[in-house]
């Protein structure tokens, strides 16, 4: 049996997007692999931890929030709730992991995570990421410097060598480039783990952590992890076609019913949100009629996305 540990933060606001995460793992791994969920949490009800523990084999981890309420002033460490800053801490909360495979709440898995989880790092890295959007604009407003194939990583999917890390130290250095900068920090933690751990970090393929607004710029795109970076499906007004791709999903979970805004089960609402995710690719990318293997890969998702009774 293979043993993958992942990490998951949360809050009782995110707990219904942890479940969902956590279900689409366990529905896409390998029979020979056994999916083991840390959750971080503060505050989580007892009837959402009964929940998130239906879900599979999950261990909870409760922090002690004030250790980052005083960089949450001013509202500072904007776009992000608290929960996130919790990964900070992996490398002391689980000293007996020497790996760990942090998601964000905001994604879903579609395939085996254990090439990600399993993949060789040497012996300067204490990470394995995806390069972010917009990752030369991130090195200059942090101020890196940059050559050759430096990247700024999105820290939605973070493989941690947390045995190197603990070696290294760096989970103080965290803390320290925390305290001396949680003012400036655009992306808070993100910037923190990049910060800290620049050209240590081992450049995984897009495929792992597949930011769904790339769809409109890809061919052939067969994503293990689908990432909501930006607009989140469960909002109105979200026209990606992996809108139901994350819904499938969700209604997998403990959670299925608590959701009025769920438009799988709307048959003209349903019907309304594919035309505008066509309309919205047309947009985006006008060819997309003229373009065999773009309608082919939406096909693909929209039969992918199909529930089975
Ligand atoms: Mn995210």
Redesign the pocket.
Known sequence: MKKLELCLSTDDNYAKYASTVICSANCNKSDDEELIFHILYSNLTDENIEKLASCGNVIFHKIDKAIFEPYFNNGVCKNVTIPTLYRLMLPSLLPNADRILYL?C??IVLSSLWELFNVDLNEDQYAACVKDLGSNEHIKRMGFEFSGDDFYFNA?VCLFNLKKMRHENIQDKMFDYLKQNWQKLNYSDQDVLNAVLYRHVKRMDKKFNFITYNFYFSNDINPVIA???GVKPWKVGFYNVYREMFWKYFLMTPFKDDKSQNMMKNSVLFMHNRICQILWYIKMYPLFFLNKSRISDFMRIVRNSEINP
Do not use: M, S, Y
Request: aromatic share 14%; no cysteine.
């Open positions: 964000d905001d994604l939605g990432h909501f970076a």
